[in-house]
């Protein structure tokens, strides 16, 4: 069985803003809503200077309905970071000031030592990604 849920656009706005951490500024026409910052929406569906606000949802595109039966790459990302080693070889700081663990450790995800002694800097590579695996899993090998 497919469903598709639609929920009310300025019900999940109000409450998105509602359950923000911080202030966050908005504009509303008099008859608008000011939570149009917090809904995926076009801001003139939440009221305009010359239109109504009528926030409406809904499908407006073609939807496609995909079957596999093998995991599916649908993201990665990568993250690179530089770590500089102290004498010690302790972390002595990143570029971005903060400290790395796995200085001084050669791992898979580590790639591009600068230095073999205990003194130098190196990057570190984390990829992630993300599969769309299908139900009952799969069977097949990850070449890497």
Same mark, same amino acid.
């Given at each position: ?78 993250? %690179? %970071? ?63």
């Amino acid at each position: 069985m497919l469903s598709v849920v639609l929920q009310p656009p300025v019900a999940a706005a109000l409450y998105a803003k509602a359950t923000y951490p911080y202030s966050v500024p908005t504009m509303a026409v008099p008859g608008g809503f000011n939570v149009y910052n917090f809904a995926r929406k076009t801001a003139s569906d939440f009221g305009w200077d010359w239109g109504p606000a009528f926030a409406p949802s809904g499908i407006t595109a073609a939807v496609e309905l995909l079957g596999f039966t093998r995991a599916a790459l649908i993201g990665a990302l990568v993250h %690179q %970071q530089l770590v500089k080693v102290n004498a010690a070889g302790e972390s002595a700081g990143n570029r971005d000031g903060s400290r790395d663990s796995t200085a001084g450790c050669t791992t898979s995800s580590s790639i591009g030592s600068s230095s073999s002694s205990s003194t130098g800097s190196h990057f570190v590579l984390t990829i992630s990604a993300h599969f769309l695996v299908p139900e009952g899993g799969d069977r097949g090998t990850l070449t890497v």
